[in-house]
């Protein structure tokens, strides 16, 4: 049985993770209580987790021709992810991302460099277009230029190709930029920078997707971490809870396992309360363990969840 096509866009940085008790002041050096170098970036990490979730993955990005951009090529090799539309650019460094993880609650502070990838052009989004016409579901995310963006809902809109933004990181968009999008998948900070008001409860929050749906999206996906998230479309409003699968080790990660998940369930048909619920679980596992893209579980350790749920 072929695996359903997704298309994804989006930046691949090497992350660079820092464990601390604090982050230091300015003038100020501690010393980490762990680190660790491993693959990330948002585009990234969601092809990983859905292509372990069961889906046939197509990345689309650039990265730089240097030992970062080895190990993105590398980790594409190892998880089936069709690479085609990874470009190479001699001139530009692959991206890299600081996070710092607090020891003593697992969350996370992040700070991005996309390198090579903020050079990726309208055009070359255009020559991607065969494997966004191929898929049943394209991802999008706020770390590419956003006129790059902007190309690649207009290209899956172009071929009937349902839309998925992850509006992160957060800022203002443009209110043009909302009819392009299926499902828009803020985290409560995301879901601020979107309505100017404060996102910190569910009510706020049903507030806010309400507002977004005004905007012309089609649905609205508010992440609330511990909370689980809130769906709401023009006919709904449901609140699907957090799965609970261990003690929380790191959250970073999380909000691209989420969609990941989700993104495969969509694929596969799954009505979108369902598909939220799937996403959770993949979120779910992924705090469990160290790393981003590392962290991502496999479809049966997701599927086993949702049983035992």
């Given at each position: 049985?072929?695996?359903?096509?997704?298309?994804?866009?989006?930046?691949?940085?090497a992350?660079?993770?820092?464990?601390?008790?604090?982050?230091?002041?300015?003038?100020?050096?501690?010393?980490?209580?762990?680190?660790?170098?491993?693959?990330?970036?948002?585009?990234?990490?969601?092809?990983?987790?859905?292509?372990?979730?069961?889906?046939?993955?197509?990345?689309?990005?650039?990265?730089?021709?240097?030992?970062?951009?080895?190990?993105?090529?590398?980790?594409?090799?190892?998880?089936?992810?069709?690479?085609?539309?990874?470009?190479?650019?001699?001139?530009?460094?692959?991206?890299?991302?600081?996070?710092?993880?607090?020891?003593?609650?697992?969350?996370?502070?992040?700070?991005?460099?996309?390198?090579a990838?903020?050079?990726?052009?309208?055009?070359?989004?255009?020559?991607?277009?065969?494997?966004?016409?191929g898929?049943?579901?394209?991802?999008?995310?706020?770390?590419?230029?956003?006129?790059?963006?902007?190309?690649?809902?207009?290209?899956?809109?172009?071929?009937?190709?349902?839309?998925?933004?992850?509006?992160?990181?957060?800022?203002?968009?443009?209110?043009?930029?909302?009819?392009?999008?299926?499902?828009?998948?803020?985290?409560?900070?995301?879901?601020?920078?979107?309505?100017?008001?404060?996102?910190?409860?569910?009510?706020?929050?049903?507030?806010a997707a309400?507002?977004?749906l005004?905007?012309?999206?089609?649905?609205?996906?508010v992440?609330?971490?511990?909370?689980?998230?809130l769906?709401?479309?023009?006919?709904?409003?449901?609140?699907?809870?957090?799965?609970?699968?261990?003690?929380?080790?790191?959250?970073?990660?999380?909000?691209?396992?989420?969609?990941?998940g989700?993104?495969?369930?969509?694929?596969?048909?799954?009505?979108?309360?369902?598909?939220?619920?799937?996403?959770?679980?993949?979120?779910?596992?992924?705090?469990t363990?160290?790393?981003?893209?590392?962290?991502?579980?496999?479809?049966?350790?997701?599927?086993?969840?949702?049983?035992n749920?």
């Amino acid at each position: 049985m072929a695996l359903p096509k997704i298309a994804i866009q989006g930046v691949f940085v090497a992350d660079l993770a820092f464990r601390a008790a604090r982050l230091p002041m300015m003038g100020e050096t501690l010393l980490s209580n762990g680190f660790k170098l491993g693959p990330g970036g948002k585009g990234s990490n969601q092809s990983v987790a859905a292509a372990r979730a069961g889906a046939d993955v197509a990345f689309i990005t650039k990265i730089g021709a240097d030992p970062f951009g080895e190990m993105a090529r590398g980790l594409y090799a190892a998880e089936g992810i069709d690479s085609g539309h990874v470009l190479t650019d001699a001139q530009r460094p692959t991206g890299a991302a600081f996070i710092f993880i607090d020891s003593r609650t697992g969350e996370n502070a992040i700070i991005i460099e996309a390198g090579a990838a903020a050079a990726l052009t309208e055009a070359e989004m255009e020559a991607a277009a065969p494997a966004i016409a191929g898929a049943r579901i394209f991802v999008a995310q706020l770390e590419l230029p956003l006129p790059v963006v902007r190309r690649g809902l207009e290209i899956a809109r172009r071929h009937g190709v349902t839309t998925i933004l992850n509006p992160a990181p957060a800022m203002a968009l443009p209110d043009d930029l909302y009819p392009l999008v299926d499902y828009l998948t803020p985290n409560e900070t995301e879901a601020e920078s979107l309505v100017d008001f404060a996102v910190d409860s569910g009510q706020q929050a049903e507030r806010a997707a309400q507002v977004l749906l005004a905007k012309g999206v089609g649905a609205v996906v508010v992440t609330l971490g511990a909370k689980g998230a809130l769906l709401k479309n023009r006919s709904e409003c449901i609140h699907i809870p957090a799965f609970s699968a261990g003690e929380v080790v790191e959250t970073a990660g999380a909000g691209d396992a989420f969609n990941g998940g989700f993104a495969l369930a969509l694929a596969e048909g799954r009505p979108v309360a369902e598909a939220v619920r799937f996403g959770c679980a993949v979120a779910g596992i992924s705090v469990t363990r160290p790393g981003t893209a590392p962290s991502m579980p496999r479809r049966d350790e997701v599927e086993a969840l949702l049983r035992n749920a």
